[in-house]
Structure formats: structure tokens, C-alpha cells
């Protein structure tokens, strides 16, 4: 049963982290860390940045803001 819990985190991070660009190291941290690896997810930046007009959070990469519209 711990096995499972600690695989179920690793997955539920791995997915929070897949949309930050992280989900092979949120998956990692969890499966060694459980609850805790989740946690990092969630707070974890990953490949984003602010958007230094709208302050939303893009790809570090994008040259437009999705939300403002507005070249980087």
C-alpha cells in the first residue's frame, strides 16, 4: 500500500510538473519524497517566466504573452 501511495504522488506531481516543463524531476522528487515531491510541483516556477506586462506566467521561450497579446 505505501509503494502505491508513493507511486500516486509521483504520478500527481509528474502531471502538475508536465504543464511547467518539469515532469520527469517533480516525478522523481515525489516517488522519493511522496507527499512532499507534490508540494515542489506545485511551487516549482519550472521553464516560466512573468510576463512583464500582465505578470502572468509564460514559456521562457514564447515571444508573445497569450493572455496580453504583447511581444516579449
Do not use: D
Not at 34 to 54: D, T
Amino acid at each position: 500500500m505505501f509503494i502505491l501511495l508513493w507511486l500516486f504522488c509521483g504520478i500527481t506531481a509528474a502531471t502538475i510538473g508536465a504543464k511547467k516543463g518539469e515532469g520527469l524531476l517533480s516525478f522523481v522528487i515525489a516517488f522519493f519524497f511522496g507527499p512532499f515531491g507534490i508540494v515542489f510541483a506545485i511551487l516549482c516556477k519550472g521553464n516560466r517566466k512573468n510576463c512583464p506586462y500582465c505578470k502572468e506566467l509564460i514559456n521562457k521561450e514564447a515571444t508573445r504573452c497569450p493572455r496580453c497579446q504583447r511581444e516579449q
